[in-house]
């Protein structure tokens, strides 16, 4: 049901773009939206990692230094017939991981040094099977992909505040009512679909990993930990890239749950909500 849930929204947000190119520009405005957009997802398909890594000040090392996360790691990728990714540390007291690359070959998983002093064994691999799937289901491409055509949206809508659009529209009040819903509406719908999107791959990742492990509960009990320490440890990561980590890494500080609106515009599903999914795939008929 994510992957299904996944393709409709990618499918939205495609249809999104198109509709609001040929509204705000509709000479030649389909054909705008999608270089626009191709430009886009060239862009974050060859270099998203690159950009991760960097904005999470992540650094790379050697299997001499963290030996039990490549021992893991290696385990699980072979188990999952992948690529062995590359490890990243970053060094930060908050507990948390993140994955990126384009495709398996390029995979890479980071996690910080905070992950790894609460971390029990099992644990540890729970949170690396997570982070393993996000590859394997190809999750940071998706992601990708989908931020980029919200952000051509956004553009889009700048571009027809400032230099004008909708041609003949403007003339009358039906075009022009339909110029600004564009505007207002569409970069806003984008943003809540990207959202949308970025929840459902953190459930199928969850999902991914606890049967990559066989023990569900082991990742249940990670995230209770990650979940807690996030809230009061700060971590410094750019916001473009925190929906990337296993928790939003930006927790601290901010008020804790939130009304329905807050949960539209979360990167990550709740905590609480994780955790029994992952209860139930441990307990079925319980």
């Not at 990708?144 to 889009?156: D, E, P």
């Amino acid at each position: 049901m994510n992957n299904v849930k996944t393709v409709v929204l990618l499918a939205l947000l495609t249809t999104l773009l198109w509709w609001m190119a040929v509204t705000l520009f509709p000479n030649g405005g389909f054909w705008f939206g999608l270089v626009l957009a191709a430009l886009f997802n060239l862009g974050a398909y060859f270099f998203s990692d690159k950009m991760a890594l960097a904005m999470s000040r992540a650094k790379p090392v050697t299997e001499e230094e963290l030996p039990q996360v490549y021992a893991t790691v290696r385990y699980l990728a072979e188990t999952a017939e992948m690529p062995m990714p590359r490890i990243y540390l970053i060094d930060s007291p908050q507990p948390n991981a993140f994955a990126t690359g384009r495709n398996p070959r390029h995979g890479v998983v980071a996690v910080t040094t905070g992950l790894l002093q609460i971390m029990n064994r099992g644990e540890l691999e729970g949170v690396l099977a997570h982070e393993l799937s996000h590859i394997r289901n190809r999750d940071i491409l998706i992601s990708s992909v989908a931020a980029m055509i919200a952000a051509a949206l956004t553009i889009l809508a700048r571009m027809a505040f400032w230099f004008g659009g909708g041609g003949r529209g403007r003339n009358n009040s039906a075009g022009a009512i339909v110029m600004i819903v564009a505007m207002i509406v569409a970069p806003i719908a984008a943003i809540l679909i990207r959202m949308a999107i970025s929840r459902s791959r953190e459930y199928q990742a969850d999902r991914s990993g606890a049967d990559l492990t066989g023990q569900p509960l082991l990742l249940a009990s990670a995230l209770g930990k990650i979940g807690i320490a996030t809230e009061r440890i700060p971590m410094r990561v750019n916001d473009a890239v925190s929906q990337l980590y296993i928790e939003n890494p930006l927790k601290s500080g901010s008020r804790r749950g939130g009304g329905g609106i807050m949960k539209l515009l979360s990167t990550h599903p709740p905590i609480e909500s994780r955790i029994e999914v992952l209860e139930e795939m441990a307990h079925p008929f319980s």
